[in-house]
């Protein structure tokens, strides 16, 4: 299996991985969170106790209709604007999650297929990301559910998968961190 890099020229990859290059990414990733963080914040309802967070984990109509009935005009453009923040976040966290696993995965110096699926996992994670955002922004535009009934349960599908695969990202990178110190070790 091919690691996400190679898609790109070797020149780009080899920048995107260095220090600076992860240095950028990560400035470039809070940079774009902050903002989606600001107008999230103003979305903290009774009905939204966690804001935006409360939408993305709704799986029923009725659930995310009370959601969207808390929030008054003002509400919903924050949401809107915080989807629009996370439409360049998830890109960007993408992209500096991919970049910080292949240069890991280079310093480890393992070997194996499964390293080049744990380098694809932030791809999809980000991909997920942006196709639930796109969800939400119908479910924000379309008044009342009705029709669009299934729109909240495919959303919080899309989450629940961004959230599951960040976290088998997170725990597999723990465990390839290990087990290069483990293998460190025994050598010295």
Not at 146 to 170: N, Q
Request: with cysteine; aromatic share 8%; hydrophobic share 55%.
């Amino acid at each position: 299996m091919r690691n996400p890099s190679d898609f790109l020229s070797p020149d780009l990859a080899r920048r995107l991985r260095g220090n600076l290059g992860l240095v950028a990414l990560g400035l470039l990733t809070l940079a774009l969170g902050e903002p989606m963080r600001t107008h999230a914040e103003a979305l903290l309802t009774l009905a939204a106790p966690h804001g935006i967070l409360s939408l993305q984990f709704t799986c029923t109509a009725d659930a995310a209709q009370r959601i969207l009935d808390s929030w008054d005009g003002v509400a919903m453009d924050h949401a809107r604007s915080s989807l629009l923040w996370d439409s360049g976040f998830a890109p960007a966290y993408g992209i500096a999650l991919l970049a910080l696993t292949e240069r890991l995965v280079t310093l480890s110096r393992h070997g194996g297929s499964w390293l080049s699926v744990l380098a694809w996992l932030p791809f999809w994670a980000a991909s997920a990301d942006l196709a639930e955002n796109l969800l939400h922004y119908r479910l924000l535009d379309g008044g009342a559910l009705g029709s669009m009934a299934m729109l909240p349960t495919l959303a919080c599908g899309f989450a629940l998968f961004k959230w599951g695969v960040l976290a088998l990202w997170s725990v597999a990178l723990v465990g390839l961190g290990l087990g290069f110190l483990v293998n460190r070790m025994t050598r010295t």
